[in-house]
Each structure stands twice: as structure tokens, then as C-alpha cells.
């Protein structure tokens, strides 16, 4: 079946620290992939996306990800965190044809000062 | 208009009753989507909207679930007698034409509580 999995239900990681989130997908193809933030009381905002193309794709707020077609994966890194990266990041993807995001379960992020 | 605008931001129903819940997309969106997040879970896909045609309704968890959109903009998520299992945040999405939902834009949500 077509499914995006989260393995890091909740991750803590002091401010400045680096940050890697885990994103893997099952998919016979190449499906288009994205990574979205919600931070509280708000609505998700894409951070970035993959179709094709670069593997390492440049987001908004200085996130970055590596799409890895032999690991099934589309991790999310950014270099620094700031306390304001305090959110829940979900991993989504779209079969290529398909008409619908379908989301991971969420990671969510605490940063200690 | 700006974003995606959903309505009421909360709800507050007693069980049984029915509700329903607005969504206005961007101006000039065709694709609309509707997702629920219930609490500690990721987003669960319940309705797309290509126009006002739902060519998928495949997440509608029951037939107390139905969903129209008209003129092609102003969606309403209808939940008739309503249980404490439909607890949750709706939320509604909306992409520009020609790209699918490749890049999909989202409200707010609602946040729907049955008592």
C-alpha cells in the first residue's frame, strides 16, 4: 500500500543544534514529495517539495532535504535550529496520476534554550 | 481571497446534532481538499473537489459525512448526528489549477468538539 511513515514520533534538540527528521515512503515509482510545518493553533506551510530532478531540494526558513530513491527516503536537515522551529513537521507524498497528499503521522519538534 | 479561509475556527456540538463546516479557497483554485486531524494523528484525507465534481470521495468515513462545493469556490463539510469520534480538526486545502495538488494551501481548520 501507499504510505509515508514518520519514525520519530517526538524528537527534543537544544537551540542551535542541528536537526534531521525521518521520512520514508512506499511507492513502486518516484511519487512527488513535501515536507509541511504546522506550528501551534496555525495551519500547515509548505516548507519544500521534490518532483524531479536535484535530490537535495532548498526550502523556506533554511530547510533542506535529500530525496534517497535506494532508502525510500526524504529526510528533512536544517544546519542551526532556532526556538521558533518549535512545530509539527509531516512528511506527505502524491502518486504520480493521483489526486491526493497522503501525510505521515508527524514528528514533533521541542527545542530546549 | 488571501489564503484559505475556514468557518467557525471552533465548534462546540452536542452529539447528535448535525454541523457544518465552511471553507472558502483562494480566488481562482479549482482543487479543494478536505483532511481531518484528530488528536496525536497525522492527516487523514477525507474529500478532493476538482470544480464542483468530487471525483474522490474515498475518505468520507461515513454516510453521516458529506461534503458540496458550489461555483466552483465555497466548500461545506456536512456531519450529520454528530459523535464523540468526529472530535477533531478539519481542515481544508486548495491548489492552483493545472498542477493538481502538488502544492497544496491550508486553512486553519476548524476545531470540532462533540460533547
Known amino acids: 500500500a501507499q504510505s509515508v511513515t514518520q519514525p520519530d514520533i517526538h524528537i527534543t534538540v537544544s537551540e542551535g543544534a542541528s536537526l534531521e527528521l525521518r521520512c520514508n515512503y512506499s511507492y513502486g515509482a518516484t511519487p512527488y514529495l513535501f515536507w509541511y510545518v504546522q506550528s501551534p493553533g496555525q495551519g500547515l506551510q509548505l516548507l519544500l517539495k521534490y518532483f524531479s530532478g536535484d535530490t537535495l531540494v532548498q526550502g523556506i526558513k533554511g530547510f533542506e532535504a535529500e530525496f534517497k530513491r535506494s532508502q525510500s527516503s526524504f529526510n528533512l536537515r536544517k544546519p542551526s535550529v532556532h526556538w521558533s522551529d518549535a512545530a509539527e513537521y509531516f512528511c506527505?507524498?502524491?502518486?504520480?496520476?493521483?489526486?491526493?497528499?497522503?501525510f505521515g503521522q508527524g514528528t514533533r519538534l521541542t527545542i530546549n534554550p | 481571497g488571501a489564503g484559505v479561509s475556514q468557518s467557525p475556527s471552533n465548534k462546540v456540538t452536542e452529539k447528535g446534532k448535525d454541523v457544518e463546516l465552511r471553507c472558502d479557497p483562494i480566488s481562482g483554485h479549482t482543487a479543494l481538499y478536505w483532511y481531518r486531524q484528530s488528536l496525536g494523528q497525522g492527516l487523514e484525507f477525507l474529500i478532493y473537489f476538482q470544480g464542483n465534481s468530487a471525483p474522490d470521495k474515498s475518505g468520507l468515513p461515513s454516510d453521516r459525512f458529506s461534503a458540496e462545493r458550489t461555483g466552483g469556490s465555497v466548500s461545506t463539510l456536512t456531519i450529520q448526528r454528530t459523535q464523540q469520534e468526529d472530535s477533531a480538526v478539519y481542515l481544508c486545502?486548495?491548489?492552483?489549477?493545472?498542477?493538481?495538488?502538488?502544492?497544496?494551501?491550508f486553512g486553519q481548520g476548524t476545531r470540532l468538539t462533540v460533547v
Open positions: 486545502a486548495s491548489s492552483w489549477p493545472g498542477q493538481g495538488n502538488t502544492e497544496a494551501f
Open positions: 506527505a507524498f502524491l502518486s504520480q496520476g493521483a489526486q491526493k497528499l497522503v
